[in-house]
């Protein structure tokens, strides 16, 4: 069965970066695109982008341009997203999402258990 | 960028009776519109894919309807598992994919 497991919660100081882990398993890797979308404490749903697994092709929202980059690698079906110059803001539960779509991008459909990620001094 | 809005912010409602959840989208999307559930503590679950497209093991008491602008989930006999917070997600023109703020569903 599809599985995604996401790295283990982080603690980090305003102006830090992170990577983020996301591992898949149950699924052809290079086929489906991988969303990141993150959630605030008490808040909603906010899309981050997305990268295509085969050849890591990347669409970013624009508010993260320029400080986020996603990364994977198909050796181990890994995807990586890194974030820099923290600030509280980002303090938030981060999920990968695996897309519908074969070789496409439509939306996503199976989710990552989240990986918390607390920005404080 | 389009923005989706859902209605309302929270709904009370008895179990064994109907829930409408409404999601209005700022521009024309077409049917691209997806519904997710979320309970605390849990990743989001996909509910309904392209308007009205119940997703592997949903069950049949919840249904999507619409197109262009204006999108309706319902569930028309709720069960206890059924109370969560409902999101939208439009994705007929990206970037930005967009979420609406969410539609709390509460036990009356």
């Known amino acids: 069965q599809v599985q995604l497991v996401q790295s283990g919660a982080e603690v980090k100081e305003p102006g830090a970066s992170l990577t983020l882990v996301c591992k898949a398993s149950?699924?052809?890797?290079?086929?489906?695109?991988i969303h990141w979308v993150r959630q605030a404490p008490g808040q909603g749903l906010e899309w981050m982008g997305l990268?295509?697994?085969?050849?890591?092709?990347?669409s970013y929202a624009q508010r993260f341009q320029g400080r986020v980059t996603m990364t994977a690698d198909t050796s181990t079906s890994t995807m990586y997203m890194e974030m820099r110059r923290l600030t509280s803001e980002d303090t938030a539960i981060y999920f990968c999402?695996?897309?519908?779509?074969?070789?496409?991008?439509?939306?996503?459909?199976?989710w990552g258990q989240g990986t918390l990620v607390t920005v404080s001094s | 960028e389009t923005v989706l809005t859902q209605s309302p912010a929270t709904l009370s409602v008895s179990p064994g009776e109907r829930a409408t959840l409404s999601c209005r989208a700022s521009e024309y999307v077409s049917t691209k519109l997806a519904w997710y559930q979320q309970k605390p503590g849990q990743a989001p679950r996909l509910l309904i894919s392209d308007a009205s497209t119940r997703a592997t093991s949903v069950p049949p008491r919840f249904s999507g309807s619409g197109s262009g602008t204006e999108f309706i989930l319902t569930i028309s006999s709720l069960q206890s598992e059924d109370f969560a917070v409902y999101y939208c997600l439009h994705y007929n023109s990206w970037p930005p994919y967009s979420f609406g703020q969410g539609t709390r569903l509460e036990i009356k």
């Open positions: 149950g699924y052809t890797f290079n086929h489906y695109y």
């Open positions: 990268i295509n697994p085969s050849g890591g092709g990347t």
């Open positions: 999402a695996k897309d519908q779509e074969f070789s496409s991008s439509s939306h996503p459909d199976f």
